[in-house]
């Protein structure tokens, strides 16, 4: 899929249904949350979620005091419901319509987070791009939270082709860059009353 059709399926999905609708809809992303916890995370530092789509990470994030937030999504649609969500709390965010494989990185990074966006990339150079990018975009002794759809879990989302990861997979994907800190598989039941298998890692920027 190039460039132009990438964009142009997810304004679709994002123009065509609710947020609540979608199965990647969580109200609470509760794991995220507890690995922000358990990293200390300062107030101030640089944080950015990639692929956000409508993300309530971001509500959280505000929620709890943080205040460098940057919100990154492919879809301008996306980004645009999730600023009326926010209200005027949208004007605290940073927020950006990109492909993370074509934004230009000039922010260091005390946190990278991505839940369901890196599963997407299938070809080589891509998921090596996203890993570049990762490596520039995180400050040493940063962060980066992912989460995949695991080994077990649906091998498509959203009508799209997905890559599945063992923790022993992204463990070796982001090596030597990064060291793997926590991991954990979990149950993410959509919307639609279906199981859906996650692994999610948290590695410390070497």
């Not at 946190?111 to 570049?132: C, G, Q, S």
């Not at 980066?144 to 959203?158: H, N, Q, V, Y």
Request: net charge neutral; with cysteine.
């Amino acid at each position: 899929m190039n460039q132009t059709d990438k964009k142009g399926h997810w304004e679709n999905i994002y123009q065509t249904k609710e947020f609540h609708e979608v199965g990647w809809f969580q109200s609470r992303p509760d794991v995220s949350l507890e690995f922000i916890d358990i990293l200390s995370v300062p107030k101030n530092a640089k944080i950015i979620d990639v692929g956000a789509g409508e993300s309530y990470l971001v509500d959280h994030l505000l929620d709890r005091g943080f205040g460098n937030i940057y919100v990154l999504d492919i879809s301008s649609s996306a980004i645009e419901k999730a600023k009326y969500r926010l209200g005027e709390n949208a004007k605290k965010i940073n927020w950006i319509v990109s492909d993370i494989l074509e934004f230009k990185i000039n922010i260091g990074f005390k946190l990278w987070h991505d839940r369901a966006a890196f599963h997407f990339l299938l070809k080589k150079e891509e998921i090596e791009k996203y890993v570049e990018n990762a490596v520039k975009g995180i400050i040493p002794g940063g962060y980066l939270i992912i989460g995949t759809f695991s080994e077990k879990g649906p091998d498509k989302c959203s009508g799209l082709p997905v890559r599945r990861y063992s923790i022993n997979e992204l463990e070796s994907t982001f090596l030597p860059y990064f060291k793997k800190i926590k991991a954990l598989n979990i149950d993410h039941i959509t919307p639609g009353g279906q199981v859906q298998n996650y692994s999610f890692c948290c590695f410390k920027r070497l």
